[in-house]
């Protein structure tokens, strides 16, 4: 059965209203997991929103605490005994402060296991790498640090309910360097076989079939929370309905309604709860790989990266998977609970009809987002501006003439949904015509983090060159949602820039 917007919402809302309440009545769901990804520690020092993520779910009294993969950033032993460490220091024997058990559901993925090839690794020759690199002693490492093998795919229940755990499937296996300064760029890559699809079939009499059970690996399906075609995995997967895939590896915030995805089974981003937020190419102060080394660069410095510390609780009801995503930061709601209903027999997406997260629906029923009544745009010189470097990572030191359009950021209300990204363009008049000169695309600088905190002036930056001189100009602003849908503009005053100026 479809369902149309009122019905998705006044669905959700009644699901996670009873829930709460009956939490609050003393009664607790069927299993509550502490969900993070991409916590890249690398040590003691920067294992603190780790510890901190920690510490909530330790007050949330969770049952299982989920990594979905890199856990360390350079595949090093002793990044490895600091994520150890801090999970010892909040869950001493694996027990809660309560005395309750919180299982471990740790995933590796590629900073885990190939980080020890990485230029950032600085390994000084293959002798080294082999000595302290978790690549090497994976096995070893993770009995002595974790208390149990380290197995390519395995289960673990907890509280009844099933976890597939995939680790990372290595494609820079046995890297070999013909001379000591070769380690971080060596050839000879031997790819191992993904065993998950045969895995699965494996245990697929094992896995229940009246409710939901979770497949964890760290880079996420294709076809699901990111671009693609299902792989082998999401062939396997496909004819589990009551399946849940969690991922990481993408970086993108849970702000992103795409971290939610629904079609044969249910996947959901898990995010990074270190910083280092990635983006969509091709905005002018996003982070995004594609995006390095442009030329030219852009004219703005990326946003600040390692501003989204995320991580999620997964509250799991007879009737329903709610996913409470927040900043471990600031301890905020980062947007409306995901509340997955279960059909029968555990099945997360309905037998017959849509399924309430798929991305058509939603970007059917999604609403344009709007400015404020009062919102406006101003447009100022500066010879203080700051485009990227060449590579395209952070800001050249070298200032800049530009032309800089500020606006505030469109925020929700009844009938819009909230900003996500903003096109910015510049338009010249002449007489009765008007051409557009150039148009940008532009984060707001909070828009990884809670709404309430998303109060700072979104900025466009033009080069002065790129503006025609003694010609009227203005600049249209138009918000889009994270669907692609368009708001109403707003317009800048007609400004006449007399001075050129070099780019």
């Not at 309440?21 to 509550?32: K, T, Y």
């Not at 076989?193 to 094992?206: G, L, M, T």
């Not at 959901?268 to 905005?283: D, E, I, K, M, Q």
């Not at 363009?425 to 002449?430: F, G, P, S």
Request: with cysteine; hydrophobic share 40%; charged share 25%.
């Amino acid at each position: 059965m479809k369902m149309n917007r009122r019905e998705f919402v006044a669905f959700g809302a009644a699901f996670a209203c009873a829930g709460r309440a009956f939490g609050a009545s003393g009664g607790e769901p069927a299993l509550r997991v502490g969900v993070l990804s991409d916590i890249h520690v690398t040590k003691l020092e920067n294992a603190n929103w780790f510890e901190k993520a920690l510490r909530k779910f330790d007050a949330e009294r969770v049952d299982a605490v989920l990594v979905s993969g890199d856990l360390i950033t350079w595949g090093k032993r002793k990044e490895l005994e600091a994520v150890a460490d801090t999970w010892r220091k909040v869950f001493p024997d694996d027990r809660r402060s309560d005395g309750a058990h919180v299982e471990r559901l740790f995933v590796t993925g590629n900073h885990d296991v190939d980080g020890f090839a990485y230029a950032g690794a600085k390994f000084k020759s293959i002798e080294a790498a082999r000595e302290t690199g978790f690549f090497f002693h994976r096995d070893e490492m993770w009995r002595e640090l974790f208390g149990e093998p380290y197995e390519p795919v395995k289960v673990k229940t907890v509280k009844g309910y099933s976890f597939v755990l995939r680790n990372w499937n290595s494609r820079l296996a046995q890297r070999y360097a013909q001379s000591p300064g070769d380690c971080p760029l060596a050839a000879n890559v031997l790819p191992e076989e993904d065993q998950s699809p045969a895995f699965i079939a494996q245990v697929s009499a094992s896995l229940p079939t009246d409710r939901p059970f979770f497949f964890v690996r760290h880079e996420p399906i294709p076809g699901t929370v990111v671009k693609g075609t299902l792989d082998a995995t999401g062939e396997a997967l496909a004819a589990f309905p009551n399946c849940i895939a969690l991922s990481g590896h993408t970086h993108f915030s849970l702000t992103d309604e795409h971290s939610i995805w629904q079609g044969a089974f249910t996947a959901v981003n898990c995010s990074c709860a270190r910083g280092y937020l990635f983006t969509y190419p091709g905005r002018e102060n996003g982070f995004s790989v594609s995006d390095f080394n442009r030329d030219p660069p852009f004219e703005m410095p990326p946003l600040d990266i390692k501003r989204a510390k995320q991580g999620m609780v997964m509250d799991v009801w007879p009737d329903f998977v709610a996913f409470r995503r927040f900043d471990i930061v600031n301890d905020v709601s980062l947007g409306d609970d995901w509340v997955v209903p279960l059909c029968g027999g555990g099945r997360t997406v309905p037998a017959s009809g849509e399924a309430k997260y798929t991305f058509a629906a939603r970007s059917e029923w999604s609403r344009p987002p709007q400015f404020g009544a009062d919102a406006k745009v101003a447009v100022a010189e500066t010879d203080d501006g700051r485009r990227r470097n060449v590579r395209g990572t952070e800001a050249d030191p070298a200032p800049c003439s530009q032309i800089v359009v500020s606006f505030p950021p469109a925020v929700s209300t009844d009938s819009s949904d909230r900003g996500f990204d903003y096109s910015v363009t510049a338009e010249m008049r002449t007489a009765d015509v008007k051409c557009v000169i150039g148009e940008r695309r532009v984060f707001s600088p909070g828009f990884c983090m809670s709404e309430s905190m998303d109060t700072e002036p979104v900025t466009c930056a033009f080069a002065r060159g790129a503006v025609p001189k003694n010609r009227d100009v203005r600049f249209i602003v138009r918000p889009y949602n994270c669907w692609g849908k368009v708001g109403k503009p707003i317009f800048s005053e007609w400004t006449r820039f007399s001075k050129a100026k070099p780019a």
